[in-house]
């Protein structure tokens, strides 16, 4: 069985109730550790006599740790719990919590005394750990003293608080295989359909290349057709597009760069890279850049291509024809500049209830698909998520006078004085 840490199978503050009642309950001290050894709560009852005293000394501390130690090794040998006097002459405890055969903590502790104790020997215990043997002598007589009767009515009652905790432990383990299991059957397909998914869309890429090549050069009623077939071909590979992306938003992989841009060439580089796989479809498309945006800035400029991509794409899909105007405002925001992009479409009407429903979509702020007009859509998840993920929002409005209109803003560096690389 692989090792885990008893931490995971029990939450260590489930660990330190029950420790301290326990503890409470007896009178006896206790803590639990790892299957190391190493202590994952906080002692509980603890006395001045060994935590101040014994363990403060270095030879004190070494037959501490040593008697932690065999006790240990007693209950992992037997499996069950081990009572014994420690160098000491205290009756400590020590009891295996286990998953299966395995060991994966201790539920140790004691520090009382069970008979009288011989002080001539006490003071040659405390000369040899080179402690103080009257406030050895004072210190010790002031721990707990238990009858062995209660000791070993104690030792029963840890006995089934550890069989519980043993229990806790291995269902908890069950359920952490069963999630790894679920977690790399979902990964593996989540790789299968990526992998596919990056082959269809190479395919297509391809495909749309040469069909583009054979419309340009047929000159017949058959080319209408082949343009209708290509434009068809153009959104499934948007969708096979989306879908590559979604999956890798989903798996968390989603990495952003930031270099100089010029955000005037960069819309107008957009507009004729989305027009020039998809067309317009009768849109006359329109880029406004205010006045007072700066010339360069410093951002993403290839993540800001891609969700202005998807924008423009599901308005130019939507309706045919109307004005398609995009524009570009700033405005300062402490030390960076909050770049304000919208585009409007004026053909594209959507209810109240459409709006409320991607209203609530981008406030959900989840990754998953939303339908669209009655078709699956991956596209507003992946523009809600980009721009969360860069510090920015998303939003769709009404257009007054008619139409909707979809503003990502999102806080940009203002580079002065030109650029040395970008777009």
Not at 326 to 334: G, W
Not at 377 to 388: A, D, K, N, Q, Y
Request: hydrophobic residues 40%.
């Amino acid at each position: 069985m692989e090792k885990i840490d008893l931490q995971e199978l029990i939450d260590v503050n489930i660990l330190q109730k029950i420790q301290d009642g326990f503890s409470a309950y007896t009178g006896m001290a206790a803590l639990i550790t790892d299957a190391d050894g190493v202590p994952v709560t906080k002692g509980s009852g603890f006395t001045k006599f060994c935590k101040e005293l014994v363990r403060k000394s270095e030879a004190g501390g070494r037959r501490c740790e040593a008697c932690d130690r065999d006790g240990a090794f007693k209950a992992l040998r037997s499996g069950e719990i081990s009572v014994y006097q420690c160098h000491a002459g205290l009756t400590d405890y020590a009891a295996p919590i286990m998953v299966e055969d395995k060991v994966i903590g201790s539920f140790i502790g004691g520090q009382v005394r069970t008979s009288e104790l011989d002080m001539v020997q006490m003071r040659e215990k405390a000369w040899d750990m080179g402690i103080d043997p009257e406030v050895y002598v004072k210190t010790i007589q002031e721990t707990n003293y238990l009858a062995w009767e209660d000791v070993e009515k104690a030792a029963v009652f840890l006995a089934r608080i550890t069989e519980a905790l043993s229990a806790i432990a291995y269902h908890s383990y069950l359920a952490i295989q069963e999630y790894r299991k679920a977690e790399r059957a979902a990964r593996s397909q989540s790789d299968f359909v990526m992998n596919l998914s990056l082959h269809m869309k190479q395919n297509m890429e391809a495909w749309m290349e040469h069909a583009g090549d054979l419309v340009e050069q047929v000159d017949s009623p058959a080319a209408d057709n082949m343009r209708t077939l290509l434009k068809q071909g153009t959104e499934v590979y948007s969708m096979v597009e989306d879908a590559v992306e979604y999956i890798k938003m989903s798996d968390g992989k989603v990495e952003l760069s930031e270099d100089n841009y010029r955000i005037r060439t960069l819309l107008q580089e957009i507009v004729e890279n989305v027009t020039s796989y998809y067309g317009n479809n009768d849109k006359q498309i329109m880029v406004q850049v205010d006045e007072k945006v700066p010339e360069f800035m410093l951002g993403d400029a290839g993540r800001i291509g891609q969700i202005l991509s998807k924008l423009l794409f599901n308005c130019i899909s939507s309706a045919s024809g109307g004005e398609l105007i995009i524009r570009a405002n700033s405005r300062k925001a402490s030390y960076a500049v909050m770049l304000s992009i919208s585009v409007e479409d004026a053909s594209m009407k959507l209810s109240s209830v459409q709006l409320d429903k991607v209203r609530e979509y981008i406030k959900s702020g989840s990754v998953q698909e939303m339908e669209w007009e009655g078709r699956p859509e991956l596209g507003f998840s992946i523009v809600s998520f980009l721009t969360r993920h860069m510090s920015g929002k998303f939003e769709v409005n009404e257009k007054p006078g008619g139409g909707t209109v979809f503003t990502i803003s999102l806080p940009q560096l203002e580079v002065k004085g030109g650029m040395a690389h970008g777009i």
